[in-house]
């Protein structure tokens, strides 16, 4: 991997925490992902099963980690299998976790190889009752492949009818969602490659680039500062592209007068950053822009100083909608009538604002995390408002990434990167 070596301790802690909450006589399992197949003998870049990394901090395909804290033998309360290396797969292949490789990044003392598994697996599920199951739990989660977790649990089920099950998700969300000081370092880095490619793309932009090419400038700074890439499909949509709210295409030519909405973010270390910023192509902002730009931003501090120990994510939702309402009225985007004749279901500034304006981040984009619970301080937040309109070719977004502290407004892990409207300017006339 191109990053650094995270101390271990950071993933010890992870599962020192998680085996606290598990149930006794319980074993817990967690799976890599699998490399996924495109055609012929092309496959997609392995990305690591983020459950499995915050345990562990392994980073390589056909890998098992098992917690067990009531093993009979000491050794086996923490075990982890990896494929079994030798020179013909580093040569072919490049380096694999040897036995203590897999003790220095993960802090586990016990390695075994996966060809082992089943056996070693077998020995223990005679001494276990429960087995926690890691299953995806997300909000938004939508996956239609298989995954190895899947095809484990069938066949966990299958093998070991009479044990109890449980699930590892409850106790990841809650854990994930609390972010160590190691954590947030991490997502410090990729939130500081973030600023170094924004500020770049600032100096590129001019009538006449396409999209693409922004993105490549994206992707030339974060690969020379030991970013993966993208921690998300980026968007980089001008004019009336921004008002797609997941554009990707990122196809057409800049023009002049436009404005550019640009919503990426540099992985490091498997953590993310997520950030939006909306830029002049021409390097100025025309008055009407600016006017909305303006509100948009108002409703983004005001909306930050809400993220409080305590705030629930609800009825935070709930009193943003209201900062975006007065900014809509004063805009003459809404009117009284508007507000007054609104669905509760779908309020008047939905037309406008149809997004939330904050999700949990952190080993996902969008991460995992109690949305039922008040807020806590090191919760990790974006914080992104936006105003759409088509009928004047250009939609305004603005986002940062915001640690909750234990008292007072949250910590902008992006409060280096250009955001005021004389700032973006500034930047943009010194090419």
Same mark, same amino acid.
């Given at each position: 991997?191109?990053y ?20 006794s ?6 799976n ?27 980073? $390589? &395909? ?10 009979? !033998?000491?050794?086996? #309360?923490? =075990? *982890? ?23 220095e ?6 390695t ?42 069938k066949?966990?089920?299958d ?22 000081? $190691? &954590?947030?370092?991490l997502?410090?880095?990729a939130?500081?490659?973030? !600023?170094?490619?924004f #500020?770049? =793309? *600032? ?31 980026p ?74 120990p ?10 943003v ?71 004047e ?39």
């Amino acid at each position: 991997m191109k990053y650094d070596l995270i101390d271990s301790n950071l993933f010890i802690k992870n599962r020192q925490k998680f085996m606290a909450q598990m149930k006794s006589k319980s074993i817990a399992v967690f799976n890599s992902n699998d490399i996924y197949p495109i055609g012929a003998d092309s496959t997609m870049p392995f990305q690591q099963a983020r459950d499995l990394f915050y345990l562990s901090g392994v980073d $390589q &395909e056909e890998s098992i980690l098992v917690l067990f804290p009531d093993a009979h !033998e000491a050794k086996h #309360k923490e =075990v *982890l299998f990896v494929r079994e290396t030798n020179e013909h797969i580093a040569v072919w292949e490049g380096e694999k976790l040897t036995k203590e490789k897999a003790l220095e990044v993960s802090g586990i003392k016990t390695t075994y190889w996966l060809k082992e598994f089943d056996k070693i697996f077998y020995e223990l599920m005679t001494e276990a009752e429960t087995v926690y199951f890691n299953t995806n739990e997300h909000y938004r989660q939508s996956v239609e492949t298989e995954t190895r977790e899947d095809r484990f649990i069938k066949w966990c089920k299958d093998k070991f009818p009479a044990h109890k099950w449980e699930k590892s998700n409850q106790i990841l969300q809650e854990l994930r969602g609390n972010k160590e000081p $190691q &954590e947030i370092k991490l997502m410090q880095q990729a939130c500081n490659i973030t !600023e170094k490619a924004f #500020k770049r =793309v *600032l100096q590129f932009t001019k009538p006449g680039v396409w999209e693409y090419e922004i993105e490549a400038e994206f992707i030339h700074e974060f690969t020379r500062n030991r970013s993966r890439g993208f921690a998300y499909t980026p968007i980089i949509a001008s004019g009336n592209n921004a008002n797609v709210l997941h554009y990707i295409e990122n196809k057409a030519q800049c023009k002049e007068g436009e404005l550019l909405l640009i919503d990426a973010g540099a992985e490091y270390a498997n953590y993310a950053s997520d950030m939006t910023r909306t830029i002049p192509v021409s390097g100025r902002f025309t008055d009407r822009q600016k006017q909305v730009y303006n509100a948009v931003l108002k409703v983004k501090k005001e909306a930050t100083k809400m993220l409080v120990p305590g705030t629930m994510w609800k009825e935070y939702h709930e009193e943003v909608g209201k900062l975006m309402t007065s900014e809509l009225l004063d805009l003459g985007l809404l009117d009284k009538a508007d507000v007054q004749n609104e669905n509760p279901d779908w309020p008047a500034y939905k037309k406008y604002f149809m997004h939330g304006t904050s999700h949990h981040i952190g080993l996902d984009t969008h991460d995992y995390g109690p949305l039922k619970k008040p807020m806590k301080a090191n919760m990790v937040f974006t914080v992104e408002p936006g105003i759409y309109l088509p009928d004047e070719g250009f939609g305004i977004r603005l986002e940062d990434d915001m640690v909750i502290q234990e008292s007072g407004e949250p910590f902008n892990l992006m409060k280096n990167i250009p955001l005021e409207v004389e700032e973006i300017e500034e930047w943009m006339k010194n090419k």
